[in-house]
């Protein structure tokens, strides 16, 4: 089991900057690749990105590529999501994930966090 605890939300204007952090415990971090997704009311659960679990490879939509950077520390059980220039479309609560690959859809990962709301609004 890997438990997965998501921070760093809240209300950001538009142009501004959050960075989410995914704290894990249980299982050995390192052994897992994350991934990173977010659900707004009424759509369904999307992908935002992904990083492999050594972190050497990273992946992301196209709708969040250049404004939005994934890393970890191992070291730290932790993972990360830097969102820059945020958007009021990107209004939505965020999900961070564990599994044994990079997959873009939900249905590959057994791991969840609690997710947390992000709010692009002036």
């Known amino acids: 089991q890997v438990q997965l605890v998501e921070s760093g939300g809240g209300l950001v204007q538009p142009g501004g900057s959050l960075r989410l952090s995914c704290a894990a415990s249980?299982?050995?971090?390192?052994?897992?690749?994350m991934g990173w997704f977010r659900q707004a009311p009424g759509k369904e659960r999307e992908f935002v990105g992904g990083?492999?679990?050594?972190?050497?490879?990273?992946y992301y939509a196209d709708s969040v590529k250049g404004r939005f950077t994934i890393s970890r520390d191992n070291a730290k059980n932790t993972g990360y999501l830097q969102m820059n220039s945020l958007k009021p479309e990107d209004t939505a609560i965020y999900y961070c994930?564990?599994?044994?690959?990079?997959?873009?859809?939900?249905?590959?990962?057994?791991?969840w966090g609690q997710g947390i709301q992000v709010t692009v609004s002036s």
């Open positions: 994930a564990a599994s044994n690959y990079v997959y873009r859809s939900p249905s590959g990962y057994p791991y």
């Open positions: 249980g299982r050995t971090f390192s052994n897992y690749n």
């Open positions: 990083i492999s679990a050594s972190g050497g490879g990273t």
